[in-house]
Nanobody
Framework: VQLEESGGGWAQAGGSLRLSCVAS????????MGWFRQVPGKEREFVSS????????WYADSVEGRFTISRDTAKNTVHLQLNSLRPEDTAVYYC?????????????????????WGQGTQVTVSS
């Protein structure tokens, strides 16, 4: 599965961006998709994920209420709406896919449970 992210860029604090991730294969038979982010010198950090069949979502505490994940199954796409951006949201954002329920049972925030990763898209927020 190839994943292509788009929508990253620069925003001022308080602004918004919308990230998109298009999968090369149909997502209807995949279990979950999501987003992680990483800054240089730090571990990859869970941001959000969605179980595609039931539209169940999870968010990191740091983005709860500000970010929204959504899916467009017909277009094999997952979006991440980033609102009320903060400088600490600056990172490379990676799209991920779990096609086989490895993240079930509460493992949605663990990067090693996702089989496919995109190349990443940079988000930069200035104060």
């Amino acid at each position: 599965v190839q994943l292509e992210e788009s929508g990253g860029g620069w925003a001022q604090a308080g602004g918004s961006l919308r990230l998109s991730c298009v999968a090369s294969e149909r997502t209807w038979n995949m279990y979950a998709m999501g987003w992680f982010r990483q800054v240089p010198g730090k571990e990859r950090e869970f941001v959000s994920s969605i179980i595609l069949s039931v539209n169940k979502t999870w968010y990191a505490d740091s983005v709860e209420g500000r970010f929204t994940i959504s899916r467009d199954t017909a277009k094999n796409t997952v979006h991440l709406q980033l609102n009320s951006l903060r400088p600490e949201d600056t990172a490379v954002y990676y799209c991920v896919v779990d096609p086989s329920m490895r993240t079930a049972g509460g493992h949605y925030a663990l990067p090693n449970y996702y089989d496919y990763w995109g190349q990443g898209t940079q988000v930069t927020v200035s104060s």
